[in-house]
């Protein structure tokens, strides 16, 4: 028997800094706070707490099955925990970004979830463009799913259903890609769900920086989606720029070919991966990815 069997257990729905929101198995929940300075919590934590009044404390954060870290100007922080996998939405209006697809692909291969992407907008004419720049990761293993979850609802939801509904899956794209539509096509009272975390929060300042859980049925409670508003950029600081091309699977396929063991692809002679984007085995835009971020990890690397 652990020290903690009087403690209750709890999810964190969602954290801020030192609140977070916590549910007991029966659904309710419990503003807390955290014990000690150095605690931290984020979304996705089990937990165990203890009633104290109306609120809570923390106690004592399970050991996570995986974490995840994003980047803002000054630092790396963690964000969420014990996630199935993630789902990054993308489209060709907006056009998106090839190197955030790849930063979030690297971030979760490091953390080792797994990820699909969803073409969403696959109705309209730019969808094209977006399907040609999404080849390479195809060719990589990536699945690729495509939908219109405004245009055609019934038909994204019953293709979504199937992958979402026994999983915890974090939702991330760029602004104006279709998250929100997402959200209110799966989620059902997802405005009562948001209702509820930003009463408890007691604040709304918070509420658009902050990563939600939402059950997609709040009555079972089995598959939910993580919403992270405002998601600007993965922390990749923790990765060291030596592991960087084990973490590109098209760029980690030609590694044994590299003459040197630690070879940084970008210059030596015998190298497999430079051989391979000459061959147009290794895309172009990847290999470009690839020395941007690698240069930027041997920049911040103190
Ligand atoms: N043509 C088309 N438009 C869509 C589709 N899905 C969403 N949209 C539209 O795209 C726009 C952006 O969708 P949102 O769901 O608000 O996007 P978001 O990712 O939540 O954007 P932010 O709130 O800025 O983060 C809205 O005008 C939607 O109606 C689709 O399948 N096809
Ligand atoms: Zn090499």
Same mark, same amino acid.
């Given at each position: 028997m652990g020290r903690h069997t009087e403690l209750d257990v709890g999810l964190v729905v969602t954290a801020h800094g030192r609140h977070v929101m916590v549910e007991t198995p029966d659904g309710a929940r419990v503003q807390c706070h955290l014990r000690g300075k150095k605690s931290e919590c984020v979304v996705g934590d089990r937990v165990r707490w203890q009633a104290s009044g109306d609120e809570g404390v923390v106690e004592h954060v399970e050991p996570r099955r995986n974490l995840l870290m994003r980047q803002d100007e000054w630092r790396t922080k963690s964000f969420a925990a014990n996630l199935d996998q993630i789902l990054v939405l993308v489209a060709g209006e907006p056009m998106f970004s090839e190197s955030q697809l790849s930063r979030a692909l690297i971030a979760a291969e490091t953390a080792g979830i797994p990820v699909r992407v969803l073409l969403n907008?696959?109705?309209?004419?730019?969808a094209e463009a977006a399907r040609e720049r999404l080849q390479p990761y195809r060719d990589m293993g990536v699945q690729v799913l495509e939908a /219109?979850?405004?245009?055609r609802p019934q038909e994204s939801r019953e293709l979504l259903r199937p992958l979402l509904q026994e999983s915890a899956t974090l939702v991330l794209g760029p602004s104006g890609t279709g998250k929100s539509t997402l959200v209110n096509l799966m989620v059902q009272d997802a405005q009562a769900q948001v209702g509820d975390i930003s009463q408890a929060l007691n604040s709304g300042r918070h509420t658009t920086t902050t990563t939600r859980w939402y059950w997609l049925d709040p009555a079972v409670r089995h598959g939910a989606l993580l919403d992270s508003p405002g998601f600007q950029e993965f922390?990749?600081?923790?990765? /060291?720029a030596e592991e960087l091309p084990r973490l590109m699977p098209d760029l980690r396929a030609h590694l044994?070919?590299?003459?040197?063991?630690?070879?940084?692809?970008?210059?030596?002679?015998?190298c497999g991966v430079r051989a391979a984007v000459e061959r147009g085995e290794i895309a172009a835009s990847r290999y470009r990815i690839y020395g941007e971020i690698r240069e930027e990890l041997e920049r911040t690397k103190w």
């Open positions: 907008k696959a109705e309209l004419p730019q /219109s979850l405004k245009t922390g990749l600081r923790h990765v /060291s044994p070919d590299c003459r040197f063991y630690n070879c940084t692809h970008r210059h030596e002679p015998g």
